[in-house]
């Protein structure tokens, strides 16, 4: 199964770009990138996926390479409440399942 | 309505209780999963069902015992539960199997273990 690496924590100043990294170089051809986050005890918010191409929704943009093995997340004008833990997940195509990996702690501040 | 609807909120329970969580969705979804969540840890796969019938079990033990009475609603039932049981149960619901299919969380049951 394809695992994921996030860097455990980053800070960004209110109203400029988040920039969330995340690696998944044991990417498969068919897996989608997930990306969801989590506001202290309540449950995980969608916020984009992807498969190849570059997507774009009212909250986010994700970004992956063209090689698939890694995307950026990016918020582009954080807010306070933009602070939470941010879960970049590989949807593994067999088992529809989802596995969380350790995610991104960001602080956003003003 | 894409709301995924658990209750109790928070339940607090003694190790010999019998106890249910209850999750429900109207979105017309077929998918339905179970996490476990510690505190500062990510949440962890538990269960999931596909089309009413047990799909993934990942090894929980049998004092754990998951339910899909129908195609909305999905019970976890809880009997002689351990304190180090104590964490936040999330639900989730997809539409379908693929990996395509986003998930749509509920806000938990804040479990207590007494």
């Known amino acids: 199964d394809a695992k994921t690496t996030q860097p455990p924590s980053m800070d960004c100043a209110e109203g400029r770009a988040a920039n969330l990294p995340c690696n998944h170089s044991?990417?498969?051809?068919?897996?989608?990138v997930y990306w969801y986050r989590q506001i202290h005890s309540q449950g995980p918010q969608y916020i984009i996926h992807g498969l190849k191409n570059n997507e774009t929704n009212e909250m986010a943009s994700l970004i992956i390479t063209e090689d698939r093995k890694s995307s950026t997340l990016i918020l582009p004008h954080a807010t306070l409440r933009d602070t939470a833990v941010y879960y970049c997940?590989?949807?593994?195509?067999?088992?529809?399942?989802?596995?969380f990996g350790a995610g991104t702690r960001l602080t956003v501040k003003p | 309505d894409t709301e995924v609807t658990q209750t109790p909120k928070h339940l607090v329970m003694g190790m010999t209780n019998k106890k249910s969580l209850k999750c429900e969705q109207h979105m017309g979804h077929r998918a339905m999963y179970w996490y476990k969540q510690k505190a500062k840890k990510p949440p962890e796969l538990m269960f999931v069902y596909s089309y009413e019938k047990l799909s993934i079990n990942e090894s929980v033990p049998s004092r754990f015992s998951p339910e899909c009475p129908n195609s909305s609603l999905l019970n976890l039932h809880l009997h002689a539960l351990q304190p180090e049981d104590s964490a936040l149960y999330l639900c989730?619901?997809?539409?379908?199997?693929?990996?395509?299919?986003?998930?749509?969380f509920g806000s938990g049951t804040q479990l207590s273990v007494l």
């Open positions: 989730a619901s997809s539409r379908g199997l693929g990996s395509n299919e986003k998930l749509f």
């Open positions: 997940i590989v949807r593994v195509a067999r088992n529809n399942d989802m596995r």
């Open positions: 044991t990417i498969s051809g068919n897996e989608y």
